[in-house]
């Protein structure tokens, strides 16, 4: 066998994982900077600063800031979607799944809070065309409030509100605690949202 192609076999994944840390310490930066500066007021220049590379490797990477910042989006949407669906993947009753799922909003949320904390705001003044994510998060909980209907464990005489319930009441929370920060540990944030959404304001 050529030695050079064996040697080469080796290399190519190394060279590819070297491409992928880069581009995952890019994104981590990116993350930063926009949190701190906003979405219109971050620069590349900062962004491959504090990434710890040149422009023209960010640049290599990505083809502008607003591709960037699109992959940044996408790589945080994907990660809460694939933890979402292992909340969702744990034949358990209704009732330790809607843990389940509220906590991992709120533990997503916690370990990228100043970034999506903009996307929440973006988010929030969007009503009537909600991000990818949120339109993805939207059909898990429909999912999920499915499962507590067969169950019998939601009313079915408003089946059709539910899901906006839940929605509203996870989202209720996060803003809470956008604007009131330290004030609610994660658990407590999930049991607040849970027992809105199930037993309402009532004394």
Same mark, same amino acid.
């Given at each position: 066998m050529n030695i050079?192609?064996?040697y080469e076999t080796r290399v190519r994944p190394l060279r590819e994982r070297?491409?992928?840390e880069t581009a995952r310490a890019i994104l981590v930066a990116a993350e930063e900077v926009f949190a701190e500066k906003g979405m219109h007021d #971050?620069?590349?220049e900062e962004i491959a600063a504090r990434a710890g590379v040149s422009v023209g490797t960010v640049y290599n990477h990505f083809?502008?800031?607003h591709t960037l910042l699109a992959e940044l989006v996408e790589s945080r949407r994907k990660e809460l #979607?694939?933890?979402l669906d292992q909340a969702l993947a744990d034949q358990q009753p209704f009732a330790a799944q809607l843990q389940g799922f509220a906590l991992t909003v709120f533990e997503h949320f916690e370990s990228h809070r100043p970034f999506l904390s903009?996307?929440?705001?973006s988010d929030t003044a969007r009503v009537t065309q909600p991000s990818q994510a949120m339109r993805e998060v939207r059909a898990?909980?429909?999912t999920l409030v499915r499962r507590g209907l067969d169950q019998? #464990?939601?009313r079915s005489d408003r089946a059709a509100l539910l899901p906006s319930m839940l929605t509203g009441a996870l989202k209720a929370i996060l803003m809470h605690d956008l604007r009131n920060p330290g004030q609610l540990a994660v658990p407590e944030r999930a049991a607040a949202a849970i027992d809105f959404f199930l037993n309402g304001a009532g004394a």
């Open positions: 050079d192609s064996k070297l491409r992928e #971050a620069r590349v083809e502008d800031r #979607a694939r933890r903009i996307m929440l705001e898990r909980i429909e019998k #464990a939601l």
